[in-house]
């Protein structure tokens, strides 16, 4: 079952900050987090795994809250290069497929 | 190679033709994913291998779709019967550690 974001899109204007959530109905294993500009291939962020962590790529970070089956994306002072569509996805088990999101759409203004 | 290499990078054909499309993942990559994404729309997962085997085909959409991975390595997505709808790019990935390396994909519009 695909998981669940929101929002489904944000306009930021440059230096502002922005949270996209990510919801599963069934319990996780980890979460994945991708971003993908206009035209261009999925890139990896980070990877999440249980035990409530957070990780930072650049001023992006994440947190995983397995109880809540749910994962947070902050985007911190953002920069023009932050534009694109970012993807949760959330595995169920090791081992076990990645299913995606159905995106957010960022646009990162001057 | 350096990076996920698909092709062809373009495909159109014609109704009920029979397609391929070739995915050369990163060398000693064990995992192999195929994903098809519409315009606007999160990549969907087909297929998943571990090394030769399909470890999951449950995203399939149905038996005119089929893949194989004979050695381990190279990777080839059939379509058989080909319809309108299956327009899309057809997105490969490829890993070792758990995250996914993707490849440029491959359009595929059926006229």
């Known amino acids: 079952q695909q998981p669940v974001q929101s929002p489904q899109a944000v306009i930021l204007r440059e230096g502002e900050d922005a949270v996209i959530n990510c919801s599963s109905s069934?319990?996780?294993?980890?979460v994945h987090w991708y971003r993908q500009k206009h035209g261009e291939a999925p890139v990896f962020l980070m990877i999440?795994?249980?035990?409530?962590e957070q990780k930072g790529h650049e001023k992006i970070s994440a947190s995983f809250n397995e109880k809540k089956q749910q994962s947070s994306l902050y985007l911190t002072a953002s920069q023009l290069s932050y534009s694109g569509t970012y993807f949760c996805?959330?595995?169920?088990?090791?081992?076990?497929?990645?299913?995606f999101g159905g995106g957010t759409r960022v646009l990162v203004k001057p | 190679g350096a990076g996920v290499s698909q092709t062809p990078s373009n495909k159109v054909t014609e109704k009920g033709k029979y397609v391929e499309l070739r995915c050369d993942p990163i060398?000693?990559?064990?995992?192999l994913y195929w994903y098809r994404q519409s315009l606007g729309q999160g990549p969907e997962f087909l297929i998943y291998?571990?090394?030769?085997?399909?470890?999951?085909d449950s995203g399939l959409p149905n038996d005119r779709f089929f893949a194989v991975r004979p050695e381990g390595s190279v990777s080839t997505l059939k379509i058989q019967r080909t319809e309108r709808g299956d327009s899309a790019v057809y997105l490969c990935?490829?890993?070792?550690?758990?995250?996914?390396?993707f490849g440029e994909g491959s359009r595929l519009t059926v006229l």
């Open positions: 069934k319990a996780l294993y980890s």
């Open positions: 990935a490829s890993s070792i550690t758990g995250e996914l390396f």
């Open positions: 060398s000693g990559h064990t995992a």
């Open positions: 999440l795994l249980k035990g409530g």
């Open positions: 996805g959330p595995i169920k088990a090791a081992g076990n497929k990645l299913t």
């Open positions: 291998f571990q090394g030769t085997g399909a470890a999951d």
